[in-house]
């Protein structure tokens, strides 16, 4: 009884370190899928080619990327938060992440729907999926910003708050012109983001 009783225990903190740690170990495996299928797709460039391109249907690196916005997608929906609000946003943004994976772009070049002729249907349940993961994602340090403590924390999501507004509108006004840099502005939006995740997981580790 007594080692069942252990058995239990053990597996059960296992599990609650992999909950609070989701937001570290969701970002790391996704930036790495990022590099590894960037790798697996000729001619790809990152900094004018959106992540989602990697993810296309019928590519090689889909079968890298794929699993990559799953993963982020599951850590943002397990991870703990300071506040039941930023709980909620997470949860919607991690639904929302894996929706864009598993509704992935028709090409590499990530046709913009409306836009460009050759764009599909897939295109757009992507598009829609990506607007909502990144309004999200920009909700998130806003209203961390405003509603969590510790004080550090909270400055930190203030900064990352500026960051993550700037990063969604330059990234949204790069695919729109289509400029050669898009890819760079997404990932420096991305970056602002995955680092938020980042400090949520100190913030509640240090807080148990």
Known sequence: MRIGRMRRVGGGVRTCLV???AGIWGSAVFCVAAVVAARLQPGYSHRSHHISGLAARGE?????????????????????????????????????????????????????????????VSDVGHGAASVATFALWTALPITAFWQC??????????????WAVTGFVSAGAA?????????????????????????TTVAELARD
Do not use: K
């Open 19 to 21: 909950r609070r740690t």
């Open 60 to 120: 090689r690196s889909a079968r890298v990327m794929v699993p990559g916005f799953l993963v982020l997608g599951v850590s943002s929906s397990m991870m703990p938060t300071p506040n039941m609000t930023v709980r909620r946003l997470a949860r919607l943004a991690g639904l929302a992440t894996i929706v864009a994976g598993l509704v992935p772009v028709s090409a590499p070049r990530c046709p913009q729907p409306f836009v460009d002729p050759d764009a599909t």
């Open 149 to 162: 403590e510790p004080g550090w924390f909270r400055s930190v999501s203030g900064a990352l708050s500026i």
């Open 175 to 199: 695919t729109t012109a289509g400029s050669a840099h898009r890819g760079l502005a997404q990932r420096a939006f991305l970056g602002g983001v995955l680092a938020w995740y980042g400090a």
